[in-house]
């Protein structure tokens, strides 16, 4: 079986839209303030509840700041995922317990855990049920319980949705939709171009001195 201990690109995409992405903090199911891609003062700084309000007036700014703290979170979803899980994971399976991680937290204490480190997946998918509160997350449980057993990822675009001051989300439509190849190149932004090279600077010219000095050693030698 191909293992792996990284979420995988179709993975990152998955998660991404069980997000969504909201450029400006906004309050969740929870009243819990959050920002971009599931960020919340949980994960670490920023703290949402702290950031200005609203959809920013510059959305694409919103939008990369927004993968940049995914990005940050996700890597440390992923660290606690593989402390709690003893056992090789295909990467289908390892993406479907990084997306429940990532919106539960629960990883450590989840039955599902038991089950995947005893050795069985078929306990260990239905169990990813057990975590469904609030009901309107139980489509994002049975999605992830169907990636960890089949591989079966969601595809199609991503929205990007608007927010209010007071951190309402407009779901009614999104102001944007991210193609799949969008979103993964927020997730791998250009690295800064090298600052260039001061130019060479000529080296100073002997002195007379030095020359002279050289053109005796050199008669000397002759001698």
């Known amino acids: 079986m191909q293992t792996t201990t990284r979420?995988?690109?179709r993975g990152q995409l998955a998660l991404i839209r069980h997000e969504g992405i909201v450029p400006g903090p906004y309050l969740d199911v929870k009243n819990i303030w959050t920002f971009g891609i599931g960020h919340t003062a949980e994960a670490g700084p920023p703290d949402p509840a702290t950031m200005p309000r609203g959809t920013p007036a510059d959305a694409q700014a919103g939008i990369r700041e927004a993968f940049r703290l995914f990005r940050s979170d996700l890597a440390a979803y992923e660290a606690e995922v593989r402390r709690a899980v003893k056992v090789p994971l295909a990467p289908?399976?390892?993406?479907?317990?990084v997306s429940f991680h990532?919106?539960?937290g629960g990883?450590?204490?989840a039955a599902l855990t038991r089950h995947v480190n005893a050795g069985d997946?078929?306990?260990a998918a239905d169990a990813f049920l057990n975590w469904r509160r609030p009901a309107s997350i139980i489509p994002r449980r049975e999605s992830e319980r169907d990636l960890f057993r089949y591989g079966r990822y969601p595809s199609g675009s991503i929205p990007v949705w608007s927010v209010d001051?007071?951190?309402r989300v407009d779901?009614?439509?999104?102001i944007r939709r991210l193609t799949e190849a969008e979103a993964l190149a927020f997730m791998r932004p250009k690295p800064a171009p090298p600052a260039p090279l001061a130019p060479k600077q000529p080296e100073p010219p002997a002195s007379w001195l030095a020359w002279l000095a050289a053109v005796f050693a050199n008669l000397t030698r002759r001698a």
Do not use: M, V
């Open 165 to 167: 001051r007071n951190g």
């Open 92 to 97: 289908h399976e390892f993406d479907a317990l």
């Open 107 to 109: 990883i450590a204490k």
């Open 171 to 174: 779901f009614s439509r999104p």
């Open 121 to 123: 997946r078929q306990a």
């Open 102 to 104: 990532y919106n539960t």
């Open 7 to 9: 979420t995988t690109d």
